[in-house]
């Protein structure tokens, strides 16, 4: 598998909607939870899918596409904190600090090709996204299997904990608020940690 990642852009929505159309929960949500919370189940998905939309045509580019050829496999939304404001109201994944962060606050990836480390690989590319933006640190919501088996759309610790992300904070014992720090060098260039 050669897999290649771009930003999601307008010409790259096509890509996205055939991905999301495959599961249930993505053509429901369409990245919306964090930026309006659970009010996204209240409205039609075609609503949902209308606002992320104009969010990617307004961009910034709110994520990344990872593709295996010419179809796409797997998503993150990676972004700054703020423009997934409804996870300050989340008592569990409230604010840690007043640190400037991105968020990586979604993951999917396409059904045939879990298990094969394409999560990995968009971690990676969300790493590189934030760093390119100079983020002082990108931080992440997984679900921590060791303490609760639930399925995950935001990713599992020990994915995270294996890309150098390591837990700032853990409001909810499933759920751990985990960062990956980025050092800047005296040019004010970002780089890993």
Not at 20 to 47: L, N, Q
Not at 72 to 78: D, L, P, S, T
Not at 90 to 105: F, I, K, N
Not at 136 to 148: N, R, T
């Amino acid at each position: 598998m050669k897999l290649t990642f771009c930003p999601l852009t307008s010409d790259l929505w096509p890509a996205l909607e055939e991905l999301f159309d495959e599961s249930a929960v993505c053509s429901r949500c369409w990245c919306m939870y964090g930026r309006i919370g659970s009010s996204y189940r209240k409205r039609p998905g075609e609503e949902n899918k209308a606002a992320f939309r104009q969010a990617v045509e307004n961009g910034p580019s709110p994520g990344v596409l990872v593709f295996n050829g010419d179809k796409a496999v797997g998503w993150c939304q990676v972004t700054p904190r703020d423009a997934v404001p409804w996870l300050d109201r989340l008592w569990g994944l409230r604010r840690v600090d007043d640190v400037p962060v991105w968020s990586l606050s979604c993951l999917y990836v396409r059904k045939r090709y879990r298990r094969q480390g394409v999560t990995s690989h968009l971690i990676a590319a969300a790493l590189e996204t934030a760093r390119r933006a100079h983020a002082p640190a990108l931080e992440a919501y997984p679900f921590d299997a060791d303490v609760s088996p639930s399925a995950s759309g935001s990713g599992y610790a020990s994915t995270f904990a294996r890309a150098g992300f390591s837990v700032v904070a853990r409001n909810v014992p499933a759920r751990p608020i985990m960062r990956y720090y980025f050092k800047q060098n005296a040019d004010g260039d970002v780089n890993y940690e």
